[in-house]
């Protein structure tokens, strides 16, 4: 039921682009996206709605696709602040509706 | 600051114990989520309640219980504590009975270490 995500963990160099996917085997209705930096509480980034509509306050963009149950987190001109677990996060019906997250993707970006 | 409050922030106990964990939601907000997070692990759902009212329940133990009071703080309960329950333990507040279209705000944590 667990979203995954891929890559498990990145390691990039400042400036550079990186691409964060998230995969879920139950219909999605929304994705959001949320970072933690270690030992600090997970901090929203983006939501992304059927019919793409897009709602996020950083400048970071992602890609939302229904029929594949897919998102992608698209993070360009990566900065040493972009280190951090990134998490999908997505309301899944088994029932009742649960909101849960991925399993995570762990991203250091190095001087 | 998300406006979410979680007290205690560190709570040290032996196995056996029980302790709580307390959350007070933002201002306005009705949905109280729990997580849980052990070391370098991802965030598990636990438990959610919208306005006072249980609505949706994830893999929780049997030895943890939660509630959330008319004043909308929630409470997590967890007995018979055993090393394994060492984690750290996440209250998120949302406006909406399902965060479909809004963002969850997340207190501190609060980490529990079972020795």
């Known amino acids: 039921q667990q979203p995954v995500q891929s890559p498990q963990a990145v390691i990039l160099r400042e400036g550079e682009d990186a691409v964060i996917n998230c995969s879920s085997s139950?219909?999605?209705?929304?994705v959001h996206w949320y970072r933690q930096k270690h030992g600090e509480a997970p901090v929203f980034l983006m939501i992304?709605?059927?019919?793409?509509e897009q709602k996020g306050h950083e400048k970071i963009s992602a890609s939302f696709n229904e029929k594949k149950q897919q998102s992608s987190l698209y993070l360009t001109a990566s900065q040493l602040s972009y280190s951090g677990t990134y998490f999908c996060?997505?309301?899944?019906?088994?029932?009742?509706?649960?909101?849960?997250f991925g399993t995570g993707t762990r991203l250091k970006v190095l001087a | 600051d998300s406006g979410v409050t979680q007290t205690p922030k560190h709570l040290i106990t032996a196995t056996g114990q029980r302790v709580t964990l307390r959350c007070s939601p933002r201002?306005?907000?009705?949905?109280v989520y729990w997580y849980q997070q052990s070391l370098d692990q991802g965030l598990q759902f636990l438990i959610q309640?919208?306005?006072?009212?249980?609505?949706a329940k994830g893999n929780i133990l049997e030895r943890f219980s939660a509630q959330q009071f008319p004043d909308l703080h929630s409470e997590l309960n967890l007995s018979s504590l055993e090393l394994g329950d060492s984690a750290l333990y996440f209250c998120?507040?949302?406006?909406?009975?399902?965060?479909?279209?809004?963002?969850?705000?997340f207190g501190e944590g609060s980490r529990l270490t079972v020795l």
């Open positions: 309640y919208y306005n006072g009212e249980e609505r």
């Open positions: 996060g997505t309301d899944i019906y088994t029932g009742t509706y649960k909101y849960i």
């Open positions: 139950k219909a999605l209705y929304s």
């Open positions: 998120a507040s949302g406006s909406l009975d399902r965060p479909n279209t809004g963002e969850l705000f």
């Open positions: 992304l709605l059927k019919g793409g």
């Open positions: 201002s306005g907000d009705l949905s």
